[in-house]
């Protein structure tokens, strides 16, 4: 019995669970919320991952670029190219969010609004100041996310600095990352359960009007990263790199049907390896350390969702914005697309950050947990389409690219 659950894969129990838990809330209607508490245990799983994850993933990305000497032009270029791509998404999400307003109109008030953080009215200063980590200890505590990115960062820093004395402690904290992207693979595994009862109870409470708003959400989000790829990354590869757009992604299309159906960047970093060097041309150097890097820190695909997913939140439970608050939400879902990791539900781990800081409650996460799956699926592809894409540029600009093999890539 258990490995016949295990056999199917995990895409397909998530999509099962989906498709029942909407059956179940139909019938069960208020009585749904007596299983909310399955969708619950699932979310605090995914919240206890994210102080380490974040934490390790950082200092490890960070570690790794001390390389960036090394590769020089390549290094500066590609995390350039990983910051403005990375930006021009989240304000995409946000443009679409604002135009669309997928969650406007729908009557929230049966959810219970749990630890609803209150928007705090800061200054400039106020600002500047609460991102220096007063107590490590008591940043990671009280899961403050930001003043933690910096502290990750200058751990990071610190160790390249330290140069080979530093190296133990890279490997610690590089191992220590993959234990955590083992942990919530784990955690992934309890999916089918969360979007059962999750999904479930938003249909039992809120009726079917909440599929229309979740689905305009999934909609706006393949939306958004079919924009994403189709324009910004042909201007990437047209622009920059100065070569045919088709063949770039005929080249590519390998790693993106792996993404899509992995739901992560990671797994599928040896295809898309395979794609940049072997379709593409890229040399082996510029690719091992442009992909590998982008798997980790370039998200365009889940920044572009972290806009659009606060929106979201922030239209169903009637929270206004600032224009203040737009800007910090496009620097920390920047963020949050850096220190998420490349495995499934990354990006939702990652709401809690950018949530908390504008106010947006964190019910949200519950309320788009049951559909996570879906749009994860697409943010992963567009993840891997933007780490190929800027590595090709890169490669391009510096010279590290063999044209005459991209054109004539005709086994692709
Ligand atoms: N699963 C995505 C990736 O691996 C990250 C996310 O959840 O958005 O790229």
């Keep these: 019995m258990l490995a016949f659950w295990f056999r199917i894969p995990l895409w397909q129990r998530v999509i099962a669970a989906l498709l029942?838990?909407?059956l179940a809330g139909v019938f069960l209607k208020e009585d749904a919320t007596a299983i909310k508490w399955i969708g619950d245990f699932f979310i605090s799983a995914i919240k206890m991952l994210v102080v380490p994850l974040i934490f390790l993933s950082i200092v490890s990305g960070v570690a790794a670029i001390g390389d960036l000497k090394k590769l020089g032009s390549v290094g500066w270029r590609a995390l350039l190219l990983f910051v403005v791509t990375g930006q021009i998404a989240v304000w995409l999400g946000l443009g679409l969010g604002s135009l669309f307003q997928p969650g406007a109109g729908l009557d929230t008030s049966g959810i219970e609004r749990g630890e609803a953080p209150e928007p705090k009215e800061t200054s400039a200063i106020d600002m500047i100041l609460s991102i220096v980590p007063e107590s490590p200890v008591q940043v990671m505590a009280d899961a403050q996310v930001l003043p933690l990115i910096v502290f990750a960062l200058l751990i990071g820093i610190g160790i390249v600095m330290?140069?080979?004395?530093?190296?133990?402690?890279?490997?610690?904290?590089?191992?220590?990352?993959?234990?955590m992207q083992k942990v919530t693979i784990l955690v992934m595994e309890l999916t089918p359960f969360g979007v059962f009862a999750l999904i479930a109870w938003v249909v039992g409470?809120?009726?079917?009007?909440s599929l229309v708003a979740l689905g305009k959400l999934v909609a706006l989000n393949y939306g958004g990263c079919l924009l994403i790829i189709l324009v910004m990354y042909s201007l990437v590869i047209k622009g920059l790199a100065k070569l045919p757009v088709v063949d770039f992604f005929r080249g590519i299309v390998d790693a993106q049907v792996v993404a899509y159906s992995t739901a992560s960047s990671n797994a599928t970093l040896p295809v898309t390896l395979?794609?940049?060097?072997?379709?593409?041309?890229v040399s082996r150097p510029t690719s091992s350390f442009v992909v590998s890097l982008g798997a980790t820190v370039n998200m365009d695909g889940t920044a572009m969702y972290l806009g659009l997913a606060t929106l979201f939140g922030a239209q169903i439970f009637g929270v206004d914005l600032t224009m203040g608050d737009y800007f910090l939400i496009s620097i920390l879902a920047t963020l949050g697309s850096v220190g998420a990791a490349g495995i499934p539900g990354a990006g939702l781990v990652m709401m809690t950050l950018v949530f908390g800081a504008v106010g947006v409650?964190?019910?949200t996460i519950a309320f788009v947990a049951g559909v996570d799956r879906i749009m994860d699926m697409m943010r992963t592809a567009t993840n891997v389409t933007g780490d190929a894409?800027?590595?090709?540029?890169?490669?391009?600009?510096?010279?590290?690219?063999?044209?005459?093999?991209m054109i004539s890539a005709d086994d692709v």
Excluded: H, W, Y
């Design 20 to 22: 029942l838990g909407i």
């Design 361 to 363: 409650p964190l019910e």
């Design 389 to 405: 894409a800027v590595t090709t540029a890169v490669a391009s600009m510096t010279g590290e690219i063999d044209r005459e093999e």
């Design 205 to 209: 409470t809120l009726g079917l009007p």
């Design 274 to 281: 395979r794609c940049t060097q072997r379709n593409l041309g």
């Design 162 to 179: 330290a140069r080979e004395e530093g190296k133990p402690l890279a490997r610690i904290f590089d191992s220590g990352a993959i234990v």
